[in-house]
């Protein structure tokens, strides 16, 4: 009733106050490229799904820079920089110094390269694909809610239920934006379970642990034959 909405009314308006380094206009923005993903298109050859992904967050796919300088090879591609954060101008060159995230270096300076690598496009501030450990937690204690103050737009989690081969795509309430089967080469099958075990037991796992995943072309594969790429 008119109490509940009440709550609810207080909640975002609190989590507005508990992550104010979020960058609303370019998160909204973000939001909308990921839901305009079909499914065929998040499940194509790993290394074009990942540059949609890319896309979708308002980052540029810089491979030849050096880590720091705009580097984005390592979004998405290991087990821990599955986060998509829009922050803030005033808020990209927090550096952990106080080591409130647990695992995250002291001198975790991004903001050089969040200003190189982040397309303008999509609104004020910058996109980042910050470290996803400390999520499990409630509230979060990962990069993006603790160093940065701020939301994520996505999270990209591997899903147990097809053995690690389909992905969601979850807000930062848990709630599925989409989904995909892609083609190898796919990242380390070690990295795609340690990712959803580092959201097991929260919200954002929710949603992997729910899916339906789409029938193997031509049929099953024989036990074991999983490939490994990475």
């Known amino acids: 009733g008119d109490a509940a909405k009440g709550m609810r009314g207080i909640f975002r308006m609190s989590a507005a106050e508990m992550y104010p380094g979020t960058a609303v206009e370019r998160l909204a923005a973000v939001t909308e490229r990921v839901r305009s993903l079909s499914v065929s298109e998040l499940s194509q050859d790993w290394p074009s799904v990942r540059r949609r992904l890319l896309w979708a967050g308002g980052l540029r796919d810089l491979e030849n820079v050096p880590p720091g300088q705009g580097y984005t090879g390592h979004a998405f591609n290991d087990a821990n920089h599955c986060d998509l954060t829009t922050m ?58 603790v160093q940065f103050r701020s939301r994520i737009a996505f999270k990209l989690v591997w899903s147990p239920v097809d053995d690690f081969r389909s992905f969601v795509l979850v807000d930062d309430d848990g709630e599925l934006l989409a989904t995909g089967t892609p083609r190898p080469p796919l990242p380390d099958r070690s990295a795609r379970t340690a990712n959803f075990d580092l959201v097991r037991g ?28 990475g």
């Open 88 to 145: 803030l101008g005033d808020v990209q060159d927090e550096s952990n110094a106080n080591g409130q995230v647990a695992g995250i270096s002291r001198r975790n300076l991004l903001g050089p390269g969040i200003r190189i690598a982040s397309d303008p496009d999509l609104g004020p501030g910058g996109s980042w694909s910050t470290c996803t450990n400390g999520c499990h937690l409630d509230p979060p204690r990962d990069v993006a809610h």
């Open 202 to 229: 929260s919200k954002y796992a929710a949603a992997a642990q729910a899916l339906q995943p789409p029938p193997e072309p031509g049929g099953a594969k024989p036990v074991g034959e999983e490939e490994s790429f």
